[in-house]
C-alpha cells in the first residue's frame, strides 16, 4: 500500500495512468475513491496522482486541528513522494481551497489550475442557505451510522432533478462513500479548516492558468463563489455546468472531464521529473 509521511502522519496515494502529472485533490470527507469514475477517461491522457486527505480514507485521521494550509502541504508532499517538480492540479470543493494555498505557496510546482465548486472563503464567500448549514453541523455533530450520514447529505450534494432521476448514480456515490468511512472527527476538523479558510485577498497572485468549473444548481457551495474566483485570478476561465448540483463530478461526469481533459491539454508542461 502506497503510503507517505508527511506532518508526522502518513498519507496513502496511487498513481495511474501515463502522461504529464495531475494532481487530483478530493472534498470535505471524500477521498481518493470518489475519483473512480473520472479516472478511466483521465488516465488516456496523464499521469493521475490520486490520495486521501487526513483524516479520510486509508490516510492518517488525526483529532487535532486540521488547516487548508497544512494539508496543502501535504498534497505538495505527495507531489515530493512520486517525484514530480511540476503538475496540474485539480481540486473540488474543499479540494479546491487546498489547490488554491498550494497555488499560492508553490507556483513553481504547477502547471495548470482546475478548481471545481469550490470557494475563495471568508466574509467575502457567499454563504449557502439555512439548510444547508443545519445539515453540515449535524453532519459533524450528530452521530449516525456512516449509510445515514450519507444519504442526509444528499439533498445539498445533487439537484433535485439528479436525485428524482438518477438514484441508482447516486447510490454507486453513497457505496464508494460508505467503502472506507469517514470518522466523525475527521469530518469536524476537514469542516472546520473550510470554515477557517480566506484566499479573497491572495487570489489576484495566483498567474498560473486556472479553469474554473461550478454547477449552477450547486446549494453547498453557491455558484457566485465560483465567479468570484474566476474575476479574482488572472485570465482563468469559468464554466458555469446548467442545472448541475455539487457534486457535478457525478452529475455531469463526461462534460466535465472533456472540459478538463481539454483544458489542461492547452498548458503542456515543459519539465515534469525531477532529476
Not at 61 to 77: F, G, L, N, W
Not at 226 to 238: F, H, V
Request: hydrophobic content about 40%.
Amino acid at each position: 500500500m502506497p503510503l507517505t509521511n508527511a506532518n508526522g502522519i502518513e498519507l496513502y496515494y496511487e498513481v495511474h495512468g501515463e502522461g504529464e502529472p495531475l494532481l487530483m485533490i478530493m472534498g470535505l470527507a471524500h477521498n481518493s475513491l470518489s475519483w473512480k469514475n473520472s479516472l478511466p477517461a483521465l488516465t488516456k491522457h496523464f499521469k493521475v496522482i490520486i490520495f486521501d486527505n487526513r483524516g479520510t480514507g486509508r490516510s492518517s485521521k488525526p483529532d487535532t486541528p486540521y488547516s487548508i494550509d497544512v494539508m496543502a502541504e501535504e498534497a505538495k508532499d505527495v507531489l515530493d513522494a512520486v517525484h514530480v517538480d511540476k503538475a496540474h492540479v485539480y481540486g473540488i470543493s474543499m479540494g479546491g481551497m487546498i489547490a488554491q494555498r498550494l497555488a499560492l505557496k508553490y507556483p513553481n510546482r504547477i502547471k495548470s489550475l482546475v478548481l471545481g465548486c469550490t470557494s475563495p472563503g471568508g466574509i467575502n464567500q457567499v454563504q449557502p442557505d439555512t439548510e444547508v448549514i443545519m445539515t453540515l453541523l449535524s453532519g459533524a455533530s450528530i452521530p449516525t451510522t456512516p449509510l445515514e450520514t450519507a444519504w442526509g447529505f444528499v439533498p445539498i450534494l445533487f439537484s433535485n432533478y439528479f436525485i428524482e432521476n438518477h438514484r441508482d448514480s447516486i447510490v454507486e456515490h453513497i457505496e464508494t462513500m460508505i467503502e472506507i468511512p469517514t470518522p466523525a472527527h475527521g469530518f469536524m476538523q476537514q469542516f472546520q479548516a473550510c470554515l477557517a479558510h480566506d484566499t479573497y485577498e491572495e487570489l489576484d497572485k495566483i498567474t498560473i492558468p486556472a479553469l474554473v468549473i461550478h454547477g449552477d444548481a450547486d446549494r453547498l457551495i453557491p455558484v457566485e463563489n465560483g465567479r468570484i474566483l474566476a474575476e479574482k485570478i488572472k485570465d482563468s476561465e469559468l464554466f458555469i455546468v446548467p442545472g448541475v448540483g455539487h457534486l457535478y463530478v457525478t452529475e455531469a461526469q463526461k462534460a466535465v472531464d472533456d472540459k478538463v481533459i481539454d483544458y489542461i491539454k492547452k498548458h503542456p508542461i515543459e519539465q515534469q521529473i525531477l532529476s
